[in-house]
């Protein structure tokens, strides 16, 4: 496993990261287990989570699951750079009580204590804001962060899901607070086939020096292979994917994504994960194994090099947006 730095930071983080948003809904505590073992084998020492996973009723049960393997002992805790996420409300019934979600100081404060116990630690590595709160000033949120860094309950705060103009708005007023870091990463939906985080959002994390790790690699399971596997029997596309694979444009250009593929002898998945290996600006991709034979195949990707007469014939099926700001201006 290749290891590369954090944004501009000095914490070194495995190049591929592990989510588990699966821990808990579709992964039992058992093999959730297992693949965090496995992932360690592997050398894979970044972990995502957040508060919400588990959803609904089961909100946090995906932290308290990751907290019951850090119990189990072996290092656990010290080999893995941990990261989780505040934003959301918390509430199982879906309404939430005033300030018990979003980033004010004070549900920050409260969410971050909550996390703590669940995950069965006492500090997270990052601590990312799972969406942009109109609400609530930067000035306040970096207040509220400095007062946990004091405290040595988180040591890096990263975003999740913001605009360019966000990520440079939360640096720069970051850096008229004196000891304030600032954002060290942004998590984005970022793939062969959303590329719209190339024309601002990118190239806002690099200005600022912001690890860019990318959510959804293979859109849902649209770029996994999801015709093949249809052909054969297989797991059918569902949600997003499904409603995506409707439109004939886009279900052509899955299927020349796959027939090219397959002329070169590698598997989607693989080939979409070391595409995004291959991008300006990423550390790493979220991969969310629910199994740990899927777990293999997102390792396997790490050492795969892509030729550059795949990676241009990807770009013809998938163009992207072209630099910024000449993509959208003369």
């Known amino acids: 496993m290749e290891y590369t730095q954090l944004g501009r930071t000095g914490l ?21 287990h297992a693949i965090m073992d496995a992932a360690l084998d592997a050398g894979i020492n970044f972990f995502d989570t957040a508060n919400v996973y588990g ?3 089961n909100k946090g049960r995906t932290e308290k699951i ?24 918390m509430a199982a019934d879906g309404d939430a009580w005033p300030n018990h979600d979003k980033l004010s100081a004070l549900n920050i404060r ?9 995950l069965r630690t006492d500090y997270i590595d990052v601590y990312q804001f799972h969406h942009v709160d109109r609400a ?58 959303e590329r719209r985080a190339e024309m601002e959002v990118i190239p806002a994390a690099q200005e600022y020096g912001l690890g860019v790790i990318p959510w959804s690699p293979l859109h849902g399971g649209l770029l996994g292979g999801v015709l093949k596997k249809e052909a054969e029997g297989g797991r059918r596309a569902s949600g997003r994917a499904a409603d995506t694979l409707a439109d004939p444009g886009v279900r052509g250009r899955i299927q020349a994504y796959e027939d090219l593929l397959d002329k070169h002898g590698v598997e989607p998945g693989e080939a979409a994960l070391a595409w995004l290996l291959t991008r300006p ?25 892509l030729s550059e007469e795949l990676l241009a014939s990807l770009d013809e099926i998938f163009p992207g947006p072209g630099p910024s700001p000449e993509a959208f201006a003369w």
Do not use: H
């Open 136 to 193: 609530t000033p930067f000035e306040e949120i970096w207040q509220a962060v400095d007062v946990l860094v004091q405290q040595g309950k988180i040591l890096y705060a990263g975003s999740s899901n913001f605009p360019g103009y966000k990520i440079a708005q939360a640096n720069e007023i970051a850096a008229r607070r004196s000891g304030t870091i600032g954002l060290v990463s942004e998590q984005c939906l970022y793939n062969l086939a």
């Open 55 to 57: 959803w609904g009723e």
């Open 110 to 118: 409260r969410a971050v204590d909550a996390s703590l116990k669940r």
């Open 66 to 89: 990751i907290g019951d393997w850090f119990a189990l002992g072996g290092d656990r805790r010290d080999k893995v750079v941990l990261a989780t996420k505040v934003y959301g409300n």
């Open 12 to 32: 070194k983080v495995s190049r591929l990261v592990l989510g588990t948003m699966n821990f808990g809904p579709q992964t039992d505590e058992a093999d959730s």
């Open 281 to 305: 600006g990423v550390t790493g991709p979220i991969v969310g194994p629910r199994t740990a034979a899927q777990l293999e195949s997102a390792v396997r990707a790490a050492e795969l090099e």
